[in-house]
């Protein structure tokens, strides 16, 4: 009963997820807010993940993911490929964490970090530079909220699984992931945030 409960859950959070998008974007008529508030709400997914962890049939819901939002990422911005990284990642991860389950721990500071720091710094550097007139693009603001919004997040989530906290680690990994999303590799960065929060985690947790 409980990997056909894990299977229905999923896929119902997932219909509410564009739900809540759909909304957003008739209220506002912002595809950008529309997106990073999908990048958020698919992040919270993964505690659907973490409770149903047995059920590998699970990786259907951020397959079907893949596919509707590929589909309206299309029709909304034919160069848009950030949201099928995004979603390609979370499938990429769920696929891992299915096979071996010495992969939850990194995987969920992957999938978490790149849903909640992200979209926070998207979407502040995104209301500065509209504040303040400026070109769009990866600004100083956002860095700043991203490298926060990291902090807090693997902060708690190392408490929760009882790992040492080393403040200065913390610091220095968010700090350089967050130049990294900024400066290095800025368009793919929804694939190689949790690429790198994985590898980091795996390797020296």
């Not at 299977?7 to 119902?12: E, F, L, R, Y």
């Not at 529309?34 to 397959?63: D, E, Q, S, V």
């Not at 979209?119 to 007139?133: D, F, M, V």
């Not at 490298?147 to 807090?152: A, K, L, Q, S």
């Amino acid at each position: 009963m409980s990997d056909f409960e894990g299977i229905i859950v999923s896929v119902i959070y997932i219909v509410f997820c564009f739900m809540i998008c759909w909304i957003i974007l008739l209220c506002t008529l912002n595809k950008f807010v529309c997106r990073k508030t999908l990048h958020f709400f698919m992040a919270n997914w993964w505690l659907i993940r973490l409770k149903y962890i047995t059920n590998h049939w699970l990786i259907l819901g951020p397959l079907m993911f893949v596919l509707i939002n590929g589909i309206y990422s299309y029709r909304w911005d034919k160069k848009n490929i950030g949201m099928p990284l995004f979603a390609f990642s979370l499938s990429l991860f769920t696929f891992i964490t299915a096979i071996d389950g010495k992969f939850i721990f990194p995987s969920t500071i992957a999938i978490l970090v790149l849903g909640y720091a992200d979209s926070g710094a998207a979407l502040a550097g995104r209301k500065y530079q509209e504040s303040n007139n400026l070109e769009f693009g990866k600004s100083l603001v956002g860095s700043v909220v991203f490298c926060f919004i990291t902090i807090i997040t693997v902060t708690i989530i190392l408490s929760v699984y009882h790992v040492e906290i080393c403040l200065i680690k913390i610091i220095c990994f968010s700090l350089l992931l967050a130049f990294a999303e900024n400066k290095i590799f800025p368009k793919y960065d929804n694939f190689i945030i949790p690429l790198f929060t994985f590898l980091a985690f795996y390797r020296f947790y």
